[in-house]
Antibody
Framework: QITLKESGPTLVKPTQTLTLTCTFS??????????VGWIRQPPGKALEWLAL???????RYSPSLKSRLTITKDTSKNQVVLTMTNMDPVDTATYYC?????????????WGQGTLVTVSS | AIRMTQSPSSLSASTGDRVTITCRAS??????LAWYQQKPGKAPKLLIY???TLQSGVPSRFSGSGSGTDFTLTISCLQSEDFATYYC?????????FGPGTKVDIK
């Protein structure tokens, strides 16, 4: 049974760096074809794809946010960490992490519950 | 980046109706297209991948079709639990962007 859960601060100040952790179970990020991604959703708006890291440490970023994002993995802890620098109120959103696997759907088939991050002074 | 559009942006329907949502990619994505359902306050749920493959556990009233740039999601007989927002997503190239969503509400 695959589960993912996001954790991190619920409130950050403008210009601060956000660090979010995705802790997962039911799969290994050392298995070929497996990846974990991050997606966000501002209140009342659409989903926005942010970043994805694969079993082989290949990393992909949204071009519009690439300069502010870093995605890393800790295979031994079953965690993926996303950092976003220079936070702004427009970054207020629910942040989701999700599992993908080339050998199944190839896209996000399991999602965390999401964590709401508010950017405000 | 490949731009994804959806139509309509919203629709009102009744239980039992047949509903069709369209997704268009700005360039060809073969069949690398997924559909998600999202209910308020919940994470998206994968319904269909590879344009037409039903994810395990998803009711057969959901179906998908298309390839290249034009895709459709059809709900053959709308049920009360289907009122939600639906998103398409391309996973042909990076960034793997989502469409703007289609909200299906009760007429």
């Amino acid at each position: 049974q695959i589960t993912l859960k996001e954790s991190g601060p619920t409130l950050v100040k403008p210009t601060q760096t956000l660090t979010l952790t995705c802790t997962f179970s039911g799969f290994s990020l050392s298995t070929s074809g497996v990846g974990v991604g991050w997606i966000r959703q501002p209140p009342g708006k659409a989903l926005e794809w942010l970043a994805l890291i694969y079993w082989d440490d290949d990393k992909r970023y949204s071009p519009s946010l690439k300069s502010r994002l870093t995605i890393t993995k800790d295979t031994s802890k079953n965690q993926v960490v996303l950092t976003m620098t220079n936070m702004d109120p427009v970054d207020t959103a629910t942040y989701y992490c999700a599992h993908s696997d080339y050998d199944s759907s190839g896209t996000f088939d399991y999602w965390g519950q999401g964590t709401l991050v508010t950017v405000s002074s | 980046a490949i731009r994804m559009t959806q139509s309509p942006s919203s629709l009102s329907a009744s239980t039992g109706d047949r509903v069709t949502i369209t997704c268009r990619a700005s360039q060809g994505i073969s069949s690398y297209l997924a559909w998600y359902q999202q209910k308020p306050g919940k994470a998206p749920k994968l319904l269909i991948y590879a344009a037409s493959t039903l994810q395990s556990g998803v009711p057969s009233r959901f179906s998908g079709s298309g390839s290249g740039t034009d895709f459709t999601l059809t709900i053959s007989c709308l049920q009360s639990e289907d009122f939600a927002t639906y998103y398409c997503q391309q996973y042909y190239s990076y960034p793997r962007d989502f469409g703007p969503g289609t909200k299906v509400d009760i007429k």
